[in-house]
């Protein structure tokens, strides 16, 4: 039985995902740039990939599962890298026409994919749900909403949650912080379907890691509580635009620094709570 969604009722507020609610515990001025100003921001080559890999995965599990096989995978690569480059015109300017390193770049998405296949063999199961968008509204109204990797659902009901990571195993921070977006996908599944998901899946495709988590209901209570104040500090930002940069060394990777007052830039002026749409995820937000 697959995984209800709620994607016809009309989103009445802002939602809360992963990685927005990940943005503000980290920084709430980046917060503000990427969901409240929707600042663009340039992608990068390993994002794109992700991007490749992910939809591979999903177009692999589409198939018979006799003819889920490196080779296969292998050979989608291309044509997922068209057909992302199609849906987003900004990829195309990664590399100039007749770029060798695009061939170098697709060779390492292929690696990336024998490394998928180096920590499970897809033809031995098929998936509940794969790329599944979910929203669930928390009684304190908080709308949630994300997308999982892929849902698989065993014979005899229990859940699994599965992410794939095209990066290598992070250290403890990286970590906390896949694992926060793995309970985020776990609280959500067992408010749609009233089952406490099994087990928490991250897959590390450049290292061939696998890392599993087995989560509790009075810990996804204790997460929704957490969920529920991240929310209610944003509302609280969003009446004044107070979002207030916190300097770490990540600024360093932040496309906006040069727009933070934390080095001695100058934000754009708010422009107010942003319109009912803010909060969904792009593909980028769901890989790493």
Same mark, same amino acid.
């Given at each position: 039985?697959? @995984? ?21 515990? =980290? &920084? ?17 080559? *390993?994002?794109? %990939?992700?991007?490749? @890999?992910?939809?591979? $995965? ?8 006799a003819e889920r096989l490196p080779e ?7 044509? *997922? ?32 994919? /024998? ?9 031995? #199961?098929? !998936?509940?749900?794969?790329? $599944? ?5 928390? !009684? ?9 990797? %892929?849902? /698989? ?26 694992? #926060? ?18 087990? +928490? ?7 061939? =890691?696998?890392?599993?988590? =087995?989560?509790?209901?009075?810990? $996804? ?5 957490t969920l529920e104040a991240i929310w ?16 770490? %060394? +990540? ?8 727009? &933070? ?6 934000? !754009? ?17 769901r890989v790493d």
């Amino acid at each position: 039985m697959a @995984v209800p969604t709620i994607t016809e009722r009309p989103v009445r507020r802002p939602a809360l995902s992963p990685s927005r609610a990940g943005d503000f515990k =980290q &920084c709430p001025l980046l917060y503000r740039f990427r969901a409240v100003d929707r600042l663009p921001e340039k992608p990068t080559r *390993a994002q794109v %990939r992700g991007t490749v @890999v992910h939809a591979v $995965l999903e177009d692999l599990f589409g198939l018979p599962a006799a003819e889920r096989l490196p080779e296969t995978a292998r050979a989608l690569v291309g044509p *997922a890298w068209e057909r992302v480059r199609a849906e987003r015109p900004e990829f195309a300017e990664l590399f100039a026409e007749g770029d060798p390193e695009q061939e170098e770049w697709l060779a390492s998405a292929e690696e990336l994919l /024998d490394g998928y296949f180096g920590l499970e063999d897809p033809r031995r #199961f098929d !998936p509940d749900a794969r790329e $599944l968008l979910v929203e669930w509204e928390l !009684p304190s109204g908080v709308l949630l909403r994300g997308y999982v990797d %892929r849902v /698989d659902v065993a014979p005899t009901g229990e859940i699994r949650v599965v992410d794939y990571k095209t990066g290598a195993a992070p250290r403890q921070v990286g970590e906390a912080k896949a694992l #926060f977006q793995m309970k985020f996908y776990a609280l959500v599944l067992w408010r749609l379907r009233g089952v406490v998901p099994r087990q +928490l899946r991250l897959m590390y495709l450049a290292d061939r =890691q696998a890392l599993a988590y =087995q989560p509790d209901e009075a810990e $996804l209570a204790r997460f929704e509580r957490t969920l529920e104040a991240i929310w209610d500090a944003i509302l609280r930002a969003a009446k004044t635009g107070d979002f207030r940069p916190n300097p770490s %060394r +990540l600024c360093d990777y932040c496309d906006h620094k040069a727009l &933070c007052p934390a080095f001695d830039g100058t934000p !754009p002026p708010y422009p107010g709570w942003p319109e009912p749409d803010a909060g969904v995820e792009t593909a980028l937000d769901r890989v790493d």
